[in-house]
């Protein structure tokens, strides 16, 4: 999705975040913005600030009100479906955007060796006081703090959107003969097409936590992790 697309798309919750707020966040995420668009909306251009708050709605998300996003993964789990597919069990597990642990904590105490990576730090800290066992790096998709071939399984949950640089970074990480599992990314279409394997599940299977309706006020409706993707590395 690009910057456009990423603005068109805001949830509604986008008006939380202002001006000042964009400029908190950390370099790697205004890589995609238009040239030309800060310095807009900086001098008054209204409808380049809207751009900009809704376009990096999710980054603030994540970056800023860390419990926020925690409520609302927790309102909506992962389908058991998925779950029960996943080959953990004694595996050196490598899981990238691990936000505040939704799935990590499936992984935790299965996985023979788990490292975490995840840019947020306030999302790192739920993440360490839910999963203390596991291995927690700061780091994004394009940049793994992780060695060649690390991994047996390499998994990503909600997060990966379609980028070719950073599959082909989930796939250095990835030992020869492991496996590539994503979890409902964006467009699950384009890594279909791209010869990734594909398991839909049926998301009104899965039960939706107790929560707060705030929660559907800003960010629209819930939509639990549905998609399974899946290829060897
Ligand atoms: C929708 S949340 C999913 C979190 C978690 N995987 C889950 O299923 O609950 C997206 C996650 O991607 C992380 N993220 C955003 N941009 C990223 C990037 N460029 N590289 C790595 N992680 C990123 C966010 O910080 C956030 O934790």
């Not at 919750?13 to 900086?42: F, H, I, K, M, T």
């Not at 788990?114 to 999302?123: A, F, K, R, W």
């Not at 394997?197 to 800003?218: C, G, K, Q, T």
Request: proline residues 9%; negative net charge; hydrophobic residues 40%.
């Amino acid at each position: 999705m690009d910057y456009f697309q990423a603005a068109s798309a805001a949830p509604p919750g986008w008006q939380r975040y202002s001006l000042d707020d964009v400029d908190r966040l950390p370099a790697q995420y205004l890589a995609d913005v238009p040239s030309g668009e800060r310095e807009a909306a900086g001098r008054g251009d209204a409808e380049a600030a809207e751009r900009l708050r809704r376009a990096l709605f999710w980054p603030m998300l994540y970056e800023l009100e860390p419990e926020l996003w925690d409520a609302i993964s927790q309102a909506e789990p992962i389908h058991p479906g998925i779950l029960a597919k996943l080959e953990i069990d004694g595996r050196r597990v490598l899981e990238v955007a691990a936000g505040s642990g939704r799935l990590t904590v499936y992984l935790c105490p299965r996985a023979a060796e788990l490292v975490c990576v995840e840019p947020s730090m306030g999302l790192r800290r739920i993440l360490a006081s839910r999963c203390p066992s596991a291995d927690i790096r700061a780091g994004f998709f394009h940049a793994l703090p992780i060695v060649d071939g690390w991994a047996d399984l390499t998994v990503c949950s909600a997060s990966l959107q379609p980028d070719t640089d950073a599959v082909g970074e989930l796939e250095r990480a990835t030992a020869p003969g492991g496996k590539l599992v994503l979890i409902s990314p964006d467009s699950p279409d384009w890594f279909e097409t791209r010869g990734w394997e594909r398991l839909s599940f049926d998301p009104a299977e899965v039960a939706i936590n107790p929560h707060d309706p705030e929660l559907e006020a800003i960010v629209g409706p819930l939509d639990p992790p549905h998609e399974l993707l899946w290829r060897m590395s």
